[in-house]
C-alpha cells in the first residue's frame, strides 16, 4: 500500500506562485511513476503533469505547459509542483497520484494508470 500526502496549498494572487509537495511513503519511491491532476468544482478530474521513476522524463497538460514544472526527490521520498504565473482558472484540488505498475522512463496522462491517490490539497488564485 502507498500512502500519499501533499501539502502547499493554499491562497493566492493571480500572477503568482506556489509550490505543493507530495510526501510517499509504503513503497520504494524510484520504483514508482508519479503524477499530479486537479479538480476543479463540478469538473472532471484533469490531467497537469507526470514524471517518471527516474525524473528523466516528463508531460505536461497544455493548459499549464510553460508555467508548472514537475519534479521529484527519490532520495527524500517527495514529489513537487512548482506553479508559477498563478491564474484563476488554476483554481482547483491538486492530487498527487502513484502509478504502481510503472517501467523505466515512462510517464502516464491518464488516471487509469493511478492506483493511488493522495487527499488533495487547495489552490486558490484571487484577481
Known amino acids: 500500500q502507498v500512502q500519499l500526502v501533499e501539502t502547499g496549498g493554499g491562497l493566492v494572487q493571480a500572477g503568482g506562485s506556489l509550490r505543493l509537495s507530495c510526501g510517499v511513503s509504503?513503497?520504494?519511491?524510484?520504483?514508482?511513476?508519479m503524477g499530479w491532476f486537479r479538480q476543479a468544482a463540478g469538473k472532471e478530474r484533469e490531467f497537469v503533469a507526470a514524471?517518471?521513476?527516474?525524473?528523466?522524463?516528463?508531460t505536461y497538460g497544455d493548459s499549464v505547459k510553460g508555467r508548472f514544472t514537475i519534479s521529484r526527490d527519490n532520495v527524500k521520498n517527495m514529489l513537487y509542483l512548482q506553479i508559477d504565473s498563478l491564474q484563476p482558472e488554476d483554481t482547483a484540488v491538486y492530487y498527487c497520484?502513484?502509478?504502481?505498475?510503472?517501467?523505466?522512463?515512462?510517464?502516464?496522462?491518464?488516471?487509469?494508470?493511478?492506483?493511488?491517490w493522495g487527499q488533495g490539497t487547495q489552490v486558490t488564485v484571487s484577481t
Open positions: 497520484a502513484a502509478a504502481a505498475t510503472s517501467y523505466n522512463e515512462q510517464v502516464y496522462r491518464v488516471k487509469s494508470r493511478y492506483n493511488y
Open positions: 509504503g513503497r520504494t519511491f524510484s520504483t514508482i511513476a
Open positions: 514524471i517518471s521513476r527516474s525524473g528523466g522524463a516528463t
